[in-house]
């Protein structure tokens, strides 16, 4: 069983930028100077459109908010290209000298709600801007994955690259309103850009649930674990879960070892979701969303 120390909630948009009034969707942690945490998220404006910007806190108390970004670090794409109505986070890696960033490009179409596929920037000035490295999305619709294939873990192994990605390929009616349906794969490339291996499904929806996604992977002794976050059919149960592995492909659900909980009151009362971990002055601190999946902002938790 995994223990955690809630800290507290850290950060919602107060309504102040025109491109930010609220949320801050799947927040993803990096360390990118001395005692400061960077957490890269998705704003979204009044049509609901998110663009990434960024909230820095103070590494030895992560409530403490030194500055957030006034102009997005990666704004939504060209009209027309896959990325046009909105972009979130996926991961951020260190590479040489530069920070590549992962990202999930949304567009409306006609007959279904969204497609969702994966793109990448890259950053040569310390994570203030990013450039996409092509229009295009990296990882692109496939058989069996032709609405979703959504990149949220990026990890060199061996020389190699290795992602872990949601997959969708229809939309489950709840309520008279469609949410998709997807699980979660891993592949490998040898560059981190070009995919052309085929994917593995390693972690799969459970019993009521229709949906399994957001994987956040870490090593993990000599293996890994990864944190996601998985709905049922009810609408109303949309929480984390945990997995162990010893190579990454093949992997136990052990939900029940999660430890992470509800809080009685506030902004992580109704939902809690997308956990991300971050090592920082040698603590282990985990950020993730609350209440209606990121419009309250986000909290961070230290894991014990």
């Known amino acids: 069983m995994l223990h955690w120390n809630k800290i507290g909630h850290v950060f919602a948009q107060n309504g102040s930028l025109q491109w930010a009034t609220d949320s801050a969707l799947t927040p993803t942690p990096i360390v990118v100077r001395d005692e400061e945490i960077r957490v890269y998220a998705g704003f979204r404006d009044s049509e609901g459109i998110s663009r990434i910007g960024y909230v820095d806190v103070a590494a030895d108390d992560p409530r403490n908010v030194l500055r957030v970004s006034q102009t997005p670090v990666l704004d939504r794409g060209r009209d027309g290209c896959f990325d046009d109505n909105g972009v979130i986070m996926g991961d951020v890696v260190k590479t040489g000298d530069r920070l590549r960033m992962y990202y999930v490009g949304f567009q409306q179409v006609k007959r279904a709600k969204f497609l969702a596929f994966s793109g990448v920037a890259e950053s040569i000035d310390g994570g203030e801007t990013f450039q996409r490295l092509s229009e295009a999305p990296v990882m692109d619709r496939v058989g069996g994955g032709t609405t979703i294939r959504a990149i949220h873990t990026a990890m060199q192994i061996d020389g190699a690259w290795r992602v872990w990605y ?139």
Request: negative net charge; proline residues 6%; charged residues 20%.
């Open 166 to 304: 949601a997959v969708g390929d229809r939309w489950e009616m709840i309520g008279g309103v469609p949410f998709p349906q997807y699980n979660i794969w891993t592949t490998t490339s040898p560059d981190g850009i070009q995919f052309t291996e085929p994917g593995t499904l390693c972690v799969d929806n459970e019993g009521a649930e229709y949906r399994i996604g957001r994987p956040s992977v870490y090593r993990h002794g000599d293996g890994y674990m990864m944190f996601y976050t998985k709905g049922t059919k009810s609408g109303s149960d949309y929480f984390p879960g945990v997995a162990f592995s010893a190579d990454g492909v093949r992997w136990e659900r052990c939900d029940h070892e999660l430890g992470l909980e509800l809080s009685p009151g506030g902004f992580d009362s109704m939902h809690l979701c997308y956990p991300r971990l971050v090592e920082a002055n040698g603590r282990t601190l985990c950020f993730y969303n609350g209440n209606n999946m990121g419009k309250e902002g986000f909290g961070v938790a230290e894991l014990l």
